[in-house]
């Protein structure tokens, strides 16, 4: 099955510093997803970005899948900021059937 | 917008007893609901995808028996996990996706505490 390989596991920022997290995936069929999990627990969906460069806000979201590769960058980060990114590759056509990274844990401080 | 409301948050249970966990999607049809559960360690399993009026399709290392499902419309969906024990616990997770949507949108999950 697929894997996917999320870096770095923890980042510390200071607040109005960029971020970039890394995720690789082990196949060329990636209907690729970022998501945002709250300290709460709540999964937001970021980006859906199976191939190319989307932007939301201060988010940048670029997937290279010849490469087997997406990035997430963040620029001038906040506070609110602080939680767990993770990306997610679909194995299936459901859109459903999802297999996670590990998450990158950030924390912005003031 | 879309939203996934889940309840109870948190459950405490004894060892060997159940807990049973609901899902509901509020402005939108959920035909699909897929739940995951989330270990301690920030991991995540699929246990299940439910699509409605179709048959419940179960993750291998879950079964119907332990998690029972049930999707009777597209606004809500429930499990129960029977008889959990130390290796249940985690934060069980419901996404519902819409026909043509290409994301899931997740609830606030139903963490599980087993004592």
């Known amino acids: 099955g697929q894997q996917v390989q999320q870096s770095p596991a923890s980042l510390v920022l200071q607040e109005g510093e960029n971020a970039e997290l890394q995720c690789n995936f082990s196949s060329t069929a990636t209907r690729l997803q970022w998501f945002y999990q709250h300290p709460g627990g709540r999964l937001v969906s970021l980006f859906y970005n199976p191939s190319g460069t989307k932007h939301t806000g201060r988010l940048t979201s670029t997937t290279v899948t010849n490469e087997r590769r997406s990035s997430l960058h963040i620029s001038s980060s906040q506070t609110t900021d602080s939680g767990t990114y993770f990306c997610a590759i679909d194995e299936s056509s459901s859109f459903s059937k999802l297999v996670f990274g590990q998450g990158t844990s950030l924390s912005v401080v003031p | 917008g879309a939203l996934v409301y889940q309840y109870p948050r948190r459950t405490i249970c004894k060892s060997g007893t159940s807990m049973r966990m609901e899902c509901q999607a509020v402005g939108f049809q959920a035909t699909s609901v897929a739940w995951y559960r989330q270990s301690p360690q920030k991991t995540f399993e699929l246990i299940a995808l439910s699509t409605v009026n179709s048959a419940i399709k179960y993750e291998q290392n879950f079964t119907q028996e332990k998690f029972p499902i049930s999707h009777p419309n597209l606004s809500f969906s429930s499990m129960t996990v029977l008889n959990a024990y130390l290796e249940d616990r985690g934060l069980y997770l419901c996404?519902?996706?819409?026909?043509?949507?290409?994301?899931?949108?997740f609830g606030e999950g139903s963490r599980l505490i087993v004592v």
């Open positions: 996404g519902a996706r819409v026909d043509s949507g290409n994301t899931l949108y």
